[in-house]
């Protein structure tokens, strides 16, 4: 009786012995230089602060959440279907039609919402007489000190027809 169990027992303790090796290897041969960075904790691309854990997760999160449970029923609707698509015939086909129909709605439900746009928001600049639309960082800032690279010891137009004149 102990014969057939024999293979199962040993495979057991194969893999609880390579559990605890694993486990002592790892403790005395990893680098132990611990920082706030590497302690701390990385939850889908949210950078951790000093928030209240109990706040709630942006719903950008669900909605992918929700595209990614949309379209795993979708496989798992499609796979019988392709298997037996001759046997149902023009029901099974109605059927499938209907039912991808819903799941690109969800879709474009979804991208409607913002689920798929992971950039900054975007920010709506106020329409008032303080702001300009026309002046920018580019028009209204000098810049000291900087040159351009690659322009030095080259004259414009005007300062070579002046150095001309000084010589003759």
């Not at 008032?128 to 137009?157: F, W, Y």
């Amino acid at each position: 009786m102990t014969s057939q169990y024999l293979p199962v027992i040993a495979l057991l303790v194969l893999a609880v012995l390579f559990a605890a090796i694993s486990f002592v290897a790892s403790r005395l041969l990893a680098p132990r230089k611990p920082n706030d960075r590497k302690e701390a904790p990385y939850e889908c691309g949210i950078i951790p602060a000093n928030e209240n854990p109990n706040e709630r997760f942006p719903v950008r999160f669900y909605l992918v959440a929700m595209i990614f449970i949309v379209f795993d029923i979708e496989i798992i609707f499609f796979y019988p279907w392709a298997l037996s698509h001759r046997s149902l015939g023009l029901f099974g086909l109605v059927a499938v039609c209907i039912f991808a129909l819903a799941v690109f709605e969800s879709f474009i439900y979804l991208i409607g919402k913002g689920a798929l746009e992971w950039g900054p928001a975007k920010q709506i600049k106020p329409d008032d007489e303080m702001t300009s639309q026309t002046r920018n960082t580019l028009n209204t800032v000098r810049r000291i000190g900087v040159r351009k690279v690659g322009q030095e010891g080259r004259l414009s137009a005007e300062e070579n027809i002046q150095k001309e004149e000084a010589g003759n």
